[in-house]
């Protein structure tokens, strides 16, 4: 059995509230996320959509909504977690597996998966099986902390990127140049903005970063707090 971050003797860290407030906290947060895979995918029945690492089932519920023909699944590997998506949605099928060893005996159009490469030993095996599930030029969106950002420069070892989960911390550039050796064609890749220094998400600086995130959410550089790459599947 493949080695995980996952401690299943304590309480998870991921296990986020499900009132009002935090749900709209997280549609605003998934916003732009959720444009790019709106740009890609189209709601009709032979369309389908797999999100690797669920969490709380926030992205998943969310996708459920907006695309109702559709099959969506989802792959957790915490148990805790997988209980609390399928509470949230309705029709989509949750899965629990661990993202470096699956095999959902299916294809998909998108898979999409939100931080969370960045807690696996081998993500490279997790690419593998990402592209054994795309169906051809099928579409890859993920996001992970990004290593070569400013954040991590000004604060150091004080980065909040820097977690004992964390194990596979890489720049914007050595996720493109993986993505490409595991025969990914990359659409786009890029990073947000400041989120990871303090002071920047305080009163007035705060303003500026968060209406950066809302209404750009990335942009093609490699300094930003988080990267994300968006690609396609090789013949």
């Given at each position: 059995m493949n080695k995980t971050t996952v401690d299943l003797s304590n309480p998870t860290f991921y296990a986020e509230p499900n009132n009002y407030l935090y749900r709209l906290k997280r549609k605003i947060t998934y916003r732009k996320i959720l444009n790019i895979i709106n740009h890609h995918i189209s709601n009709q029945a032979n369309q389908s959509i797999l999100e690797i690492g669920t969490g709380s089932g926030f992205l998943t519920s969310f996708l459920e909504k907006e695309y109702s023909n559709i099959t969506i699944y989802g792959l957790e590997y915490d148990n805790r977690l997988v209980e609390l998506t399928k509470s949230k949605v309705n029709s989509s099928i949750i899965i629990q597996g661990n993202a470096e060893n699956f095999d959902l005996k299916r294809k998909f159009n998108l898979i999409v998966s939100l931080q969370v490469i960045?807690?696996?030993?081998?993500?490279?095996?997790?690419?593998?099986?990402?592209?054994?599930?795309?169906?051809?030029?099928?579409?890859?969106?993920?996001?992970?902390?990004?290593?070569?950002?400013?954040?991590?420069?000004?604060?150091?070892?004080?980065?909040?990127?820097?977690?004992?989960?964390?194990?596979?911390?890489?720049?914007?550039?050595?996720?493109?140049?993986?993505?490409?050796?595991?025969?990914?064609?990359?659409?786009?890749?890029?990073?947000?903005?400041?989120?990871?220094?303090?002071?920047?998400?305080?009163?007035?600086?705060?303003?500026?970063?968060?209406?950066?995130?809302?209404?750009?959410?990335?942009?093609?550089?490699?300094?930003?707090?988080?990267?994300?790459?968006?690609f396609r599947k090789n013949k």
């Open positions: 960045e807690h696996l030993y081998n993500p490279v095996d997790m690419l593998k099986c990402v592209n054994e599930h795309l169906v051809e030029d099928g579409i890859f969106i993920f996001t992970t902390p990004n290593l070569g950002c400013i954040s991590n420069k000004v604060m150091k070892m004080k980065w909040h990127g820097y977690r004992i989960d964390h194990v596979s911390l890489k720049s914007k550039n050595d996720w493109d140049d993986l993505l490409l050796k595991q025969e990914f064609y990359k659409l786009y890749s890029g990073s947000s903005f400041f989120s990871g220094i303090p002071f920047l998400n305080k009163f007035p600086f705060g303003i500026f970063n968060w209406f950066l995130l809302f209404f750009i959410g990335f942009l093609p550089w490699s300094k930003g707090e988080s990267y994300i790459g968006v």
